[in-house]
């Protein structure tokens, strides 16, 4: 199959176009709501190959379907977690190539042949990452919602080198929101870790 | 009180959380997480207009979308018995009575739930439906129509108004506070799955299983037994889980209609509409005092905004009536209704609003009377009596949070006459404000399981919503048992489990406490038992002098290994279950938890904008259990505070009754960059009333006052005091 890589904007688009009709007159409505029924296209499967955690997984999704829920509903990796699907609160942050995405703003045709680590693949075996045993001994978390966004970006954070300062590491973080407000034990960690 | 010398504990690697590991691998599984076989999806559609009655439902475009199974309507849904008939419906108070009325209440208002075979096909489908309606006018406008509302009397008017119509320092103001939004992390989900024609199985987000079962028990006329609720791991709540949810029933309605289960997950806009709200207020306060800094009086009005389908009243004046000494006190409320969805409890409920108002009329005072607010408050507490009931504080050690708090931030530092610290562009001030809550508890379940190997499994349904609820559990029974840390495992948040209240209201810990101990006490006694088939000595043991290890029970030196006792008297498992609530103590004593809240910020006087530097919070929650989850848990509650004084609000467009901006994105509450370090300490001293553990709750307090600290720290910066929250910098700018 060729690759091609689709944009949620693309449906975005779409669907902001569709909502215009609500100011169009009437006469042109019916026109159009002809061709908004052409618009309404059948599903279309993908498929396609993707490393998650170092497996290989032969997907066969909607060409819909985000990397978000792509795991959390197609392959049962629910560590990833779902917290506003609009790119506003860092939950579902992976790693795709070594390089922190959110899932959520991301086709999953869009990762085809793309190495993915989610929460679950970032422990060895039983051996938990630095990152994650930091967060349990800072008790960098409460509900734990927030847990699996929050160490994945940590890691990245560490990895790209943005911890020189309390305020440097809050300023990185600011994109994975805590609604518990576990904040003091989330920069300890990190620190913890850049040491 | 039981506390032994433990065993240690060995390879307790790492020191955390009980469900530590399960949170940071993602393994531990929240509602939405289960896997349920041959399970499909529901997406709600929601109204258009935000008042009228539905003419018609198109629904032709979405059931052309592959994969759509059905559509609910208020046309097409399963017979619920508790919904028979308009007054089963009335009898239900369950609020909005979802697909069983045409009548609009809301803008969102669910009219539809399209069930399809993946999220992709449901969300789609829903997109297509759309609906006819006769539109009615709604209003949606606080601010115009709580005038029209007259206030009365929230419980007993102490003294009289006229006895302090001549002191001579007195401050009257008004104050407002916006919506505001719980919105957990995790959105409201629901799996539900029918398991035969009268069984019922619920994976769902709560904050009580118990409270949740027997709503659906009574609306399906089903056992409550009958109804298995599972929240094992809860992703925040903050009281939005407190109550039972239209999407929930609706989840459950789509799973009979379709006989398959059926997993919903609220959008992140439909977590503004569905699943409550702190509601707007309004509040005057006219406080009065002599010329010594005394309290002569307070009136205290509030209004806040409810819906028109459903009341609901926040208690804003409670707190009023309890923290300090004032001879003459009035309080009145009114609420509002008007064409939004039904707010409930939020963090704090009313008292977190009602401390906005009362703790920034203090600090007007001081400054008319030139008085140092700490000591302003220090010399009007009512620390020895609640001042409502005349009934001695078990404890209270507020008086102390002031003082430890002033010395944490350096409270000598601050400037008495506002505006006179700058750095630069930035101009620095300090502000304080206290937080009390009414220390509650409240009748709960446990059971300890014991296995052979010594090892015990401690059960209650109480839910945990990231308090640390289950480690306290562990906590607990470590101290009142003698058993390693490591052998004690915990189940929680499944209502086949003893029965436990809901957690809210800072009253988790304080009941589930009490029943973790009666259960270590009863688990002793019934191994002591069949001890005493071994050994005489055991006959007349009490579980206070019972010890028990890793290895074996002993009293006064005799030790009997589990292996022995297993063996001889042929054991399995050993159960003990017993539940525990309050007593006779609270005729006696009143009980409470509060918090000293202080902070220095810095005020940009070119952009307004508020940077907080330091904040400092001191709690009294009694005896604390486990350090590190509390001070995360008051830490947390301070990010709220921060939230409600700076950014949070979700305004209303009052024209067509929609939210503006009703996402994350929108909606602001404080981001790691927002908040300081918070210092957080604690008093640490035991209720020795309260329960077995001595431990008061902690999670309100955290957050009561601490907005009224931020706003009287920018005060005392600038000189410009602000009486509507959130305070934004163009406010700042404007003022
Ligand atoms: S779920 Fe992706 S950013 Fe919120
Ligand atoms: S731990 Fe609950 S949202 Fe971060």
Not at chain 1, 19 to 42: D, G, H, M, Q
Not at chain 2, 84 to 108: M, N, Q, R, S, V
Not at chain 2, 350 to 363: H, K, L, N, P, S
Request: charged share 20%; hydrophobic share 35%.
């Amino acid at each position: 199959m060729e690759k091609q890589t689709y944009s949620r904007r693309f449906f975005l688009t779409t669907s902001s176009l569709l909502a215009t009709f609500a100011f169009i007159p009437e006469s042109v409505k019916a026109f159009y709501s002809n061709v908004k029924k052409l618009v309404i296209r059948p599903k279309e499967e993908l498929r396609f190959l993707v490393t998650i955690n170092k497996k290989k997984y032969r997907i066969n999704a909607d060409s819909r379907t985000t990397l978000l829920d792509l795991v959390r509903e197609q392959l049962q990796l629910t560590g990833t977690k779902k917290g506003c699907d609009h790119g506003q609160c860092g939950a579902c942050t992976v790693h795709v190539d070594g390089q922190r995405v959110l899932s959520c703003l991301t086709l999953a045709a869009m990762v085809q042949d793309k190495n993915v680590t989610t929460i679950e693949g970032l422990a060895d075996g039983d051996k938990l990452h630095p990152m994650q045993q930091a967060f349990i001994e800072c008790d960098g978390f409460q509900c734990g919602y927030c847990t699996p966004g929050q160490i994945m970006s940590a890691v990245a954070c560490v990895n790209e080198g943005h911890t020189g300062s309390v305020e440097e590491i809050k300023e990185f973080m600011s994109g994975n929101l805590c609604r518990c407000g576990a904040y003091n034990g989330i920069v300890e960690s990190i620190q913890k870790v850049a040491r | 009180m039981g506390f032994f010398d433990n065993q240690p504990d060995i390879q307790h690697i790492p020191e955390g959380r009980i469900e530590g590991i399960a949170k940071v691998t993602g393994s531990g599984k929240y509602a939405a997480e289960y896997k349920v076989n041959n399970q499909c999806y529901g997406v709600l559609v929601g109204s258009s207009v935000a008042a009228g009655t539905i003419k018609s439902i198109s629904l032709d475009d979405a059931k052309q979308v592959a994969g759509v199974i059905d559509i609910l309507t208020h046309q097409h849904k399963p017979f619920v018995p508790g919904f028979a008939d308009e007054a089963k419906i009335k009898e239900a108070h369950f609020g909005l009575p979802i697909f069983y009325t045409d009548k609009i209440y809301f803008k969102g208002q669910p009219i539809a739930m399209v069930i399809a075979e993946t999220l992709e096909e449901a969300t789609y489908a829903a997109s297509l439906v759309s609906a006819d309606y006769t539109i009615d006018k709604a209003n949606v406008d606080f601010d115009k129509s709580h005038p029209g509302i007259a206030a009365s009397n929230t419980g007993k008017e102490r003294g009289s108004l006229d006895s302090w119509s001549n002191v001579p320092y007195v401050t009257e103001a008004e104050y407002t506070i916006q919506n505001e939004v719980h919105n957990p992390m995790e959105m409201h989900a629901t799996i539900a799955q029918w398991t035969s024609d009268d069984k019922l199985k619920l994976y769902d987000k709560n904050q009580g299983v118990n409270n949740v079962q027997r709503t659906f028990a009574k609306l399906w006329n089903i056992p409550t037994g009958n109804i298995e609720v599972i929240s094992e791991f809860v992703g925040g709540g903050f009281g939005s889980g407190l109550r039972v949810w239209p999407h929930t029933f609706a989840t459950i309605m789509a799973a009979r209609q379709v006989k398959r289960p059926v997993k919903l997950m609220l959008t992140r806009p439909q977590m503004f509409l569905l699943v409550g709200y702190r509601p707007a207020s309004w509040q005057k306060i006219k406080i009065g005092a002599d010329s010594n800094g005394q309290f002569a009086g307070i009136w205290h009005i509030a209004k806040h905004s409810t819906s028109v389908y459903e009341n609901f009243e926040d208690g804003i004046t409670r707190i009023t009536r309890m923290v300090y000494k004032f001879s003459n006190l009035k309080t009145e409320s009114a609420i509002v209704p008007l064409n939004l969805s039904a707010p409930t409890w939020m963090r704090g409920p009313g008292d977190c609003t009602g401390a906005f108002a009362v703790e920034c009329a203090i600090d007007e005072l001081s400054y008319q009377l030139k008085q140092d607010p700490v000591e302003l408050r220090l010399k009007n507490l009512a620390i020895e009596k609640d001042p409502e009931n005349g009934k001695t504080w078990s404890t209270n050690f507020l008086n102390e949070g002031i003082q430890k708090g002033a010395t944490m931030i350096n409270w000598k530092n601050r400037q008495p006459v506002p505006g006179q610290e700058t750095d630069g562009d930035w101009k620095i001030g300090y502000g304080m404000a206290v937080g009390m809550w009414g220390a509650g508890r409240g009748k709960a379940g446990a059971s300890i399981k014991m296995q052979r190997d010594g090892t015990i499994t401690v059960r209650t349904a109480m839910t945990d919503i990231g308090t640390g609820t289950g480690t306290a559990m562990q906590n607990i029974a470590h101290d009142f048992t003698g058993i390693s840390k490591n052998n004690i495992k915990v189940e929680l948040g499944n209502s086949n489990l003893p029965p436990a209240p809901s957690q809210g209201g800072s009253t988790g810990l304080s009941s589930i406490s009490g029943a973790v101990v009666a259960t270590c006490e009863a688990l002793k006694q019934k191994l002591a038992g069949y001890a005493s088939l071994q050994n005489d000595v055991y006959k007349d043991a009490l579980a206070k002098d019972i010890l028990l290890s890793d290895t074996g029970i002993s009293y006064k030196a005799n030790f009997i290994s589990y292996a022995s006792l297993w063996e001889k008297n042929n054991l399995d498992l050993v159960e003990a279950e017993a539940s525990s609530g309050p007593g006779e103590e609270r005729q006696k004593f009143s009980f409470c938890s509060s918090a000293a809240h202080f902070c220095r910020v810095r005020v940009h006087s070119k952009t307004g904008k508020v940077k907080i530097d330091k904040m400092v919070c001191v709690v009294d929650g009694g005896k604390i259990v486990n350090e590190k989850a509390a001070a995360n848990q008051v830490s947390g509650a301070a990010a709220g505070g921060i939230g409600m004084a700076l950014m949070e609000e979700q305004p209303v467009d009052t024209r067509y009754g929609s939210l503006v901006g009703n996402d994350l994105a929108g909606y602001h509450f404080a981001v790691n960059a927002d908040s300081p370090i918070v210092e957080v300490a604690f008093i640490n001293k035991p209720d020795v009333n309260i329960n077995p553990t001595g431990s008061k709750g902690l999670g309100e307090v955290g957050i009561i006052g601490s907005a009224a600290a931020i706003a009287n720290a920018i005060y005392n910066a600038t000189g410009k005091r602000l009486r509507n929250l959130p305070i934004t910098p163009d406010k700042i700018l404007q003022a």
